[in-house]
């Protein structure tokens, strides 16, 4: 009950803290320029993913690992047109679940069932290479907010990291389409915290596009 307790006041916290940054995303520019160059989104997306918790810093486990980890994303962006050229920030909250496999320090295994929860900010490059096609890439900011162990709730992380996101999509008018590679690393910061990577994770999504600027 503590852990939830300590997860939902962080979780309280990151939102505070960025939805400054999301509602700058809509008001910043006026709304004449918007008209013309921005286009605003709303996304939903669907991932599989792999996770590994190393340095974990009690005296049972060395590593804990999850493989085909299924989760869940949605959020907002912002895409300002520049041409063939466009910048896309974006604001997502995810969650994914699955099954973790404990490493144990004695040579045993075990698993348990585990779920946790981030605020991710990719900030994405992209080109319009042909059509309705584009790419983009870009460094992804990334907050855990809760992390749960059914077997083993000592496990902290630390929330804060950083990663990558890549990826491509189709924008048939109002509705795009969207493939994407992610990576994303939190690295432990002292030795009461463990480091937490998500080095494999392919997202599908699709978004509701709104505002008549696009790339061409």
């Given at each position: 009950?503590?852990?939830?307790?300590?997860?939902?006041?962080?979780?309280?916290?990151?939102?505070?803290?960025?939805?400054?940054?999301?509602?700058?995303?809509?008001?910043?520019?006026?709304?004449?320029?918007?008209?013309?160059?921005?286009?605003?989104?709303?996304?939903?997306?669907?991932?599989?993913?792999?996770?590994?918790?190393?340095?974990?810093?009690?005296?049972?486990?060395?590593?804990?690992?999850?493989?085909?980890?299924?989760?869940?994303?949605?959020?907002?962006?912002?895409?300002?047109?520049?041409?063939?050229?466009?910048?896309?920030?974006?604001?997502?909250?995810s969650y994914q679940g699955g099954t973790a496999t404990y490493y144990n320090n004695d040579g045993s295994i075990s698993s348990s069932k585990f779920d946790y929860?981030?605020?991710?900010?990719?900030?994405?490059?992209?080109?319009?290479?042909?059509?309705?096609?584009?790419?983009?890439?870009?460094?992804?900011?990334?907050?855990?907010?809760?992390?749960?162990?059914?077997?083993?709730?000592?496990?902290?992380?630390?929330?804060?990291g950083l990663g990558y996101r890549a990826g491509t999509n189709i924008e048939l008018g109002m509705i795009n389409l969207g493939l994407a590679y992610q990576g994303?690393?939190?690295?432990?910061?002292?030795?009461?915290?463990?480091?937490?990577?998500?080095?494999?994770?392919?997202?599908?999504?699709?978004?509701?596009?709104?505002?008549?600027?696009?790339?061409?």
């Amino acid at each position: 009950m503590n852990t939830m307790k300590t997860n939902l006041k962080i979780s309280a916290t990151a939102l505070r803290v960025l939805m400054p940054v999301l509602m700058s995303l809509f008001v910043f520019f006026p709304k004449e320029q918007q008209a013309q160059s921005f286009t605003t989104g709303i996304t939903v997306g669907a991932s599989t993913a792999s996770v590994n918790l190393s340095n974990v810093g009690n005296s049972f486990t060395s590593t804990i690992k999850g493989n085909n980890v299924m989760g869940f994303e949605g959020g907002l962006f912002e895409r300002l047109n520049l041409g063939p050229l466009f910048i896309k920030p974006m604001v997502l909250l995810s969650y994914q679940g699955g099954t973790a496999t404990y490493y144990n320090n004695d040579g045993s295994i075990s698993s348990s069932k585990f779920d946790y929860g981030n605020i991710e900010i990719p900030l994405l490059l992209g080109l319009n290479i042909l059509g309705p096609v584009r790419i983009e890439a870009g460094p992804v900011y990334n907050w855990i907010y809760m992390t749960q162990f059914n077997d083993d709730n000592t496990v902290k992380v630390n929330p804060s990291g950083l990663g990558y996101r890549a990826g491509t999509n189709i924008e048939l008018g109002m509705i795009n389409l969207g493939l994407a590679y992610q990576g994303l690393t939190n690295k432990s910061d002292n030795s009461t915290t463990t480091t937490f990577k998500s080095p494999n994770e392919l997202i599908f999504s699709v978004a509701l596009c709104f505002g008549g600027g696009e790339s061409k």
